[in-house]
């Protein structure tokens, strides 16, 4: 259930388990699911400070499930810190060198988005991360590509078709739309450049390409948590 939203199925379960139950303890949620208390109880800690639980000053500790307005509006939030904190990065960034060159290319056109993550994805010569889905199928004859250059590649998909070793994630399209905006599209090749974006209506798109050493980082750490999130 949460899982398209970060959240791990152990926590995706103990949340199930608070709707069914109401009020409880976390030792009634781990007989309930037959998993260990203290799996339960980290899984509740998370569930308490993303705001899908509610945690009690009794004794014992009471925890019920939040609601799905409380829950959609913490993810909403939570959405919007990282892309705050993403564009404060940008902001930091010089456009344009002494030279005209750019380490930072906005990306407003589909077939532009897609162009620049394929040529991200062809760059990587050690390791490339991906989150993409059956909109932008044109990057999946790069990955076989990839692994014969022994590029360790780690991808997840939103949908089928997917790329070739990559784990598949689906989520609806109203829940896309909700959380990222449009159609996602993530290349981060070598820690050094990295494409990120959403495919738009009508052929648009909203993204960037960047070899800004301010922004790679950042970047590539939430499509590491958006890739162990998914396994």
């Not at 997840?156 to 689906?170: D, K, M, N, T, Y």
């Not at 290349?187 to 959403?198: C, H, I, K, M």
């Not at 648009?204 to 958006?226: N, Q, Y």
Request: overall charge neutral; proline content about 6%; some cysteine.
């Amino acid at each position: 259930m949460l899982e398209a939203f970060g959240f791990t199925p152990t926590e995706s379960r103990v949340y199930q388990a608070l709707l069914k139950l109401g009020s409880t303890t976390g030792y009634a949620v781990a007989l309930d699911l037959g998993i260990a208390r203290a799996n339960v109880y980290q899984a509740l800690e998370v569930l308490v400070h993303r705001g899908a639980a509610r945690k009690s000053a009794t004794s014992p500790v009471l925890y019920s499930g939040a609601g799905p307005a409380a829950i959609l509006g913490e993810l909403e939030r939570s959405f919007r810190r990282d892309l705050t904190e993403l564009e404060s990065e940008l902001q930091s960034i010089p456009l344009a060198g002494p030279t005209g060159a750019t380490d930072l290319e906005l990306l407003t056109g589909a077939a532009q988005l897609l162009s620049r993550a394929v040529s991200c994805l062809e760059a990587a010569a050690a390791e490339v991360l991906v989150v993409t889905g059956p909109w932008a199928t044109s990057l999946n004859a790069r990955f076989e590509s990839a692994a014969a250059r022994r590029v360790q590649v780690r991808a997840v998909s939103l949908g089928e078709p997917a790329p070739p070793g990559s784990i598949v994630r689906p989520v609806p399209a109203e829940q896309l739309a909700g959380y990222w905006g449009g159609q996602p599209v993530a290349v981060v090749s070598d820690r050094g450049r990295a494409v990120f974006g959403v495919l738009l209506e009508g052929q648009r798109a909203s993204g960037i390409a960047t070899t800004a050493a301010g922004a790679v980082p950042f970047i590539r750490h939430l499509l590491r948590r958006e890739l162990a999130n998914a396994g």
